[in-house]
């Protein structure tokens, strides 16, 4: 199955009232090979969700969204996009999405296409780099390896060696930052022997 590695920014934290703004991803083949990148702003509909708190964290204003498309025209292009990439594949149902709290960006995503009268396309098979990460730390802590307490993307990225380059949440960099961290996640795969 290919690999959407996906990251969202929003207006704030409530599906419904809060937005999507940017939708930022990587998708891969099944070896994790990269195939092609996405990032696209977005105009919010409802200006007034739009919170300062959440502007701190990505950094986008409305005068940055200023000539951003609709959500209404990003999804489809969004789609257009995914099925170009996913040769030989009609549909979606084959793509699994992986994100950092992967399931906060999907019930964004899945209110969207809802919204807009769109079907959900996507396979329900999710990797979330946090959950991966707590298990896996487990793992190497009990190997006598010292883990992060944090389980943020900036706190798993630095495990790894790698950061950010920018102070605030591009959806695009964070993508290909979970996306980085996942691959050496399947890298340990190989060196996990139980008992």
């Known amino acids: 199955m290919a690999f959407l590695v996906l990251d969202i920014e929003m207006t704030g934290p409530e599906p419904g009232w809060n937005e999507i703004i940017q939708i930022g991803a990587e998708f891969f083949d099944d070896n994790w090979r990269s195939l092609g990148t996405y990032l696209q702003n977005v105009y919010p509909e409802n200006e007034e969700a739009f919170s300062v708190k959440s502007e701190e964290v990505h950094g986008l204003s409305m005068s940055d969204l200023e000539d951003a498309p609709m959500i209404y025209d990003v999804l489809p292009e969004f789609e257009k996009w995914l099925k170009k990439l996913n040769v030989g594949k009609p549909n979606l149902t084959n793509v699994i999405i992986c994100g950092q709290s992967v399931i906060n960006d999907i019930n964004f995503l899945r209110y969207a296409y809802r919204n807009e009268k769109m079907n959900w396309g996507f ?10 990460s707590y298990l896996f730390f487990q793992i ?6 010292v883990v992060p307490r944090s389980l943020s993307l900036g706190s798993v990225a630095t495990y790894f060696g790698f950061e950010r380059e920018e102070e605030t949440h591009n959806a695009l960099e964070d993508a290909r930052l ?3 961290c996942l691959k050496e996640f399947f890298k340990l795969i190989d060196n996990v022997k139980l008992k």
Do not use: R
Not at 124 to 129: A, E, Q, R, T
């Open 123 to 132: 396979s329900n098979k999710l990797i979330d780099l946090h959950t991966v």
């Open 140 to 145: 190497l802590e009990k190997n006598g390896k």
């Open 178 to 180: 979970t996306a980085k």
